[in-house]
């Protein structure tokens, strides 16, 4: 095998030479039904030792019998041992966002995770000749990997982010996760790589997302040339912003609501909510959390002033930080906005 990996956008995205078994399981190697030997985690470590470049793999910061707890500032990551418990994202307080729970790929079944010495850890999943492996790097971003060994192996791969967010595939390929609000504006919280795949020659692999409600969708294309095993990376990036989306209609009804109601100042509050105007209302409901008054009062005069622009269009998508707030609005692909 001969793998060198191609460098990743570090902002769209985002192991050791010696190879450790922790003590929380060990590795084993175990037949398949045909008698082979099914490659071992160690196997897949050395795999992906040879295909990962750019950020280094963060050991955690404290492991017990089930779970291990990695500092990804300004974000926390857990990471748990048991195949069918989420790997959990807390953010920071100051966003007021509920954590981001990513499942792990639910198609084939897992043996439970192996910590090795340099921070992966691997769940093996030897009767489909599978491992699935994660990793947290020095940027803070998560890497998910696949290392698939055969043409009989799973090619789809699918990760549930389970009830409060939205995975929504964008136009070059890349992902966002998105909590969606009534209003039809929703936060973006995280950004997710576009997917790549590479065989054992070094030859890229086809492979795409598709989003079906919280989960989204890895599928590799299987060739008859295609040299295994082949490994794919789906990589998260989060904690350094949030990120507001609206269509152009909809900047507009709410600076016009705001306006008719005395300014923003006026009406830049988190509670006693039912009593703003209706669109304000419901607004507001929805950025609160994230945001608090302060930083409301703020947003409330960029719409505004964003709406007085006479070259805003209804049907465009915009997009604007709001933590830390920046006040600058970008056009953005449609899906942004739709999901």
Not at 30 to 54: F, K, M, Y
Not at 265 to 289: D, M, N, Q, R
Not at 327 to 333: A, L, Y
Request: hydrophobic share 45%.
């Amino acid at each position: 095998m001969n793998y060198h990996r191609k460098p990743t956008m570090a902002l769209a995205a985002a192991l050791a030479a010696a190879i450790g078994v922790s003590s929380l399981t060990a590795a084993l190697a175990q037949d398949d039904p045909g008698g082979e030997a099914a490659p071992t985690v160690a196997a897949a470590l050395e795999v992906l030792d040879q295909v990962n470049s750019g950020p280094k793999v963060t050991h955690p910061r404290s492991r017990t019998s089930g779970l291990l707890e990695f500092d990804a500032a300004p974000a926390r990551i857990d990471v748990p041992v048991s195949p069918e418990q989420p790997i959990r994202i807390t953010l920071p307080e100051s966003f007021d966002l509920p954590a981001i729970a990513m499942g792990l790929p639910q198609e084939f079944a897992r043996n439970e995770g192996v910590a090795m010495g340099g921070g992966t850890v691997i769940y093996d999943a030897p009767a489909q000749a599978s491992q699935a492996a994660v990793q947290v790097l020095e940027d803070g971003s998560l890497r998910a990997e696949t290392v698939t060994w055969n043409a009989d192996a799973p090619h789809e791969f699918t990760y549930d982010f389970g009830d409060s967010f939205t995975p929504v595939v964008l136009d070059d390929g890349s992902a966002t996760l998105t909590l969606p609000f009534s209003t039809g504006a929703s936060l973006a919280v995280a950004t997710i790589d576009a997917p790549w795949a590479i065989d054992a020659e070094d030859n890229p692999v086809e492979t795409t997302y598709r989003a079906d409600g919280s989960m989204l969708i890895q599928t590799i294309a299987h060739r008859a040339d295609t040299a295994y095993p082949v490994v794919s990376d789906p990589r998260l990036t989060f904690g350094w912003g949030v990120y507001l989306n609206m269509f152009g209609d909809e900047i507009k009804a709410v600076a016009s609501a705001v306006v008719a109601a005395g300014g923003a100042a006026a009406v830049a509050v988190c509670s006693g909510l039912p009593k703003l105007p209706g669109v304000l209302s419901k607004f507001a409901a929805a950025v609160c959390t994230a945001i608090g008054a302060p930083t409301l009062k703020t947003l409330y005069q960029a719409i505004v002033d964003i709406a007085s622009n006479t070259t805003i269009s209804n049907g465009k998508c915009y997009q604007t930080k709001i933590v830390p707030m920046n006040r600058e609005w970008t056009v953005v692909g449609v899906k942004n906005c739709t999901g």
